[in-house]
């Protein structure tokens, strides 16, 4: 598929950056003020609107990457070099934040540079982590929805969507192991999805409009619900445990909401320079969450873009949108010189005869 007829997902991708970074910004900078709190302040509710109308952009990255992987296959020089990717993040960035002191509450030890060293297993980046773990298992998950009939593939989606999002949606309890999506079981949930859109597609969606719609509604719900309990909290103190249940990425709303905005985006008709442009960039858009993630900046990049000087909705507004423009410049920018320098290096190893035969063999066998 030509690039120009995926730049809007490819767009997508970005926007969805965008709002990982207006998460991190909001969560990790002390915007977000807590639910059980008798006062919230206009700028509290500003604070959680956003974060309603962002916490989709997980499962939009998920989305994104089982549409695409769904229709794929397994290759190892994939998986070694998104390692290599994540492994020089984390340790370069990791190493400058400890030297800077950068680093916060977070204890530069033992477990600090072991996981700079060993950033999948010890869980670094929960997002690379849980991707990887599922990219392993892409062989045999690639093969059954491939193979699999309309009705297969959606009873297997609904299944597994039932088991782990539908459930704790709508039960008034904490189910014991839910991971809330911070794992590969919901990353698996999210593909069998995808990989049935991707197949079938949903004609209901796919009509002009009813994807914002969906999108903007289902903000909307995570944000009211949210309210709704915290109302009943204050009044009855029941829920305490389940005020953020909204705005987990396994939750039915946050789903949803995601489904509508990945089918408000396949709509979009983008081509010539703009096209180009934008798939020019989309390749970097890991690195934005990369470098703004990593452990030794983690908590710090907040305030030196002035997470500590807000006072009103708007000023909350408006530093957000500055925030998500530096961190995405930079990251885009670091990445770029990132993959030059991979590139250099990568041009030296093919040059050894034994990479040489290796290559020619993957090739052979594609």
């Known amino acids: 598929?030509?690039?120009?007829?995926?730049?809007?997902?490819?767009?997508?991708?970005?926007?969805?950056?965008?709002?990982?970074?207006?998460?991190?910004?909001?969560?990790?900078?002390?915007?977000?003020?807590?639910?059980?709190?008798?006062?919230?302040?206009?700028?509290?509710?500003?604070?959680?609107?956003?974060e309603a109308f962002s916490i989709v952009a997980v499962n939009v990255y998920m989305f994104i990457s089982g549409y695409f992987l769904s229709t794929s296959s397994f290759k190892i020089s994939r998986l070694v070099r998104l390692y290599f990717q994540v492994w020089f993040y984390s340790v370069a960035v990791g190493i400058v934040g400890a030297l800077a002191g950068w680093t916060g509450d977070v204890p530069v030890d033992t477990h600090y540079f072991l996981t700079l060293l060993f950033p999948v297993s010890m869980g670094h980046y929960w997002f690379m982590t849980a991707y990887v773990y599922f990219y392993l298992l892409l062989p045999f998950l690639g093969i059954a929805v491939k193979k699999m009939s309309k009705r297969e593939l959606g009873m297997s989606a609904m299944l597994l969507l039932t088991a782990f999002c539908f459930l704790k949606s709508v039960l008034p309890l904490r189910l014991e192991m839910d991971g809330q999506g911070y794992d590969c079981l919901w990353y698996l949930c999210v593909f069998v999805a995808a990989a049935y859109i991707r197949r079938f597609g949903l004609p209901f969606l796919e009509k002009k409009g009813r994807g914002l719609l969906l999108y903007l509604i289902g903000c909307l719900a995570i944000f009211g619900g949210t309210f709704m309990l915290r109302a009943v909290y204050l009044k009855t103190g029941s829920f305490g445990l389940m005020?953020?249940?909204?705005?987990?990425?396994?939750?039915?709303?946050?789903?949803?909401?995601?489904?509508?905005?990945?089918?408000?985006?396949?709509?979009?008709?983008?081509?010539?320079?703009?096209?180009?442009?934008?798939?020019?960039?989309?390749?970097?858009t890991l690195g934005v969450y990369l470098l703004h993630e990593n452990i030794g900046v983690r908590y710090a990049w907040q305030n030196w873009l002035g997470a500590g000087q807000i006072g009103s909705p708007l000023s909350l507004i408006g530093r957000t949108a500055l925030a998500v423009l530096a961190v995405f410049t930079a990251g885009l920018l670091v990445d770029r010189v990132r993959a030059l320098l991979f590139d250099g290096i990568w041009n030296l190893l093919k040059r050894l005869p034994l990479l040489q035969h290796f290559l020619q063999k993957q090739n052979e066998a594609e």
Request: hydrophobic share 50%; with cysteine.
């Open 1 to 50: 598929m030509k690039k120009e007829r995926m730049a809007n997902l490819e767009l997508l991708r970005s926007v969805a950056m965008g709002m990982v970074v207006v998460l991190h910004y909001l969560g990790k900078g002390g915007l977000l003020p807590e639910l059980s709190g008798e006062t919230l302040g206009s700028t509290g509710r500003t604070a959680w609107l956003l």
């Open 243 to 284: 005020l953020k249940m909204c705005f987990e990425y396994n939750h039915l709303l946050p789903f949803l909401a995601a489904v509508g905005l990945f089918f408000a985006f396949s709509r979009l008709q983008i081509s010539g320079k703009a096209a180009e442009v934008i798939c020019r960039i989309s390749p970097y």
